[in-house]
């Protein structure tokens, strides 16, 4: 199972991150912890983080290794050309996310590991939405 991870967001300012955690040997059973800090989390039992938007993360790193998040703006290469800029997000349709291209080129593309292989294409993390 993909990890489920989401950076909390408040008024365009990241504040926290949130990551859902199956319980061992209960499938039934998640438990929720959020971060304000690199390697704190804590259980989220009253509160938490207080925010006003989540954005998923998508399982994959930039060329740095930078997580993506939904709604990132990022740099999408060919080797190492410039191929385009857009935005990641959320195809319900697709059910999947997808790489969704400023200006020109109107197609938005599958955002996954195969697709990344195949088109020989790299991500770079340029912001956030």
């Known amino acids: 199972m993909r990890e489920m991870k989401f950076r909390l967001m408040f008024k365009g300012i990241v504040v926290g991150y949130e990551w859902h955690r199956l319980v061992e040997g209960n499938i039934n059973k998640i438990v929720v912890y959020h971060s304000d800090a690199p390697g704190k989390w804590l259980p989220v039992t009253m509160g938490g983080i207080y925010h006003d938007r989540k954005d998923q993360y998508t399982g994959r790193t930039d060329i740095n290794g930078k997580e993506i998040y939904e709604n990132d703006d990022i740099v999408r290469f060919r080797g190492k050309s410039y ?40 991500y770079e993390g340029i912001g956030k939405a």
Request: zero cysteines; proline letters at 2%.
């Open 83 to 122: 191929a385009s800029h857009g935005q990641v997000r959320w195809d319900k349709a697709g059910s999947g996310f997808v790489f969704d291209p400023y200006g020109g080129d109107s197609k938005s593309r599958k955002f996954s590991a195969n697709n990344i292989r195949s088109e020989k294409m790299e």
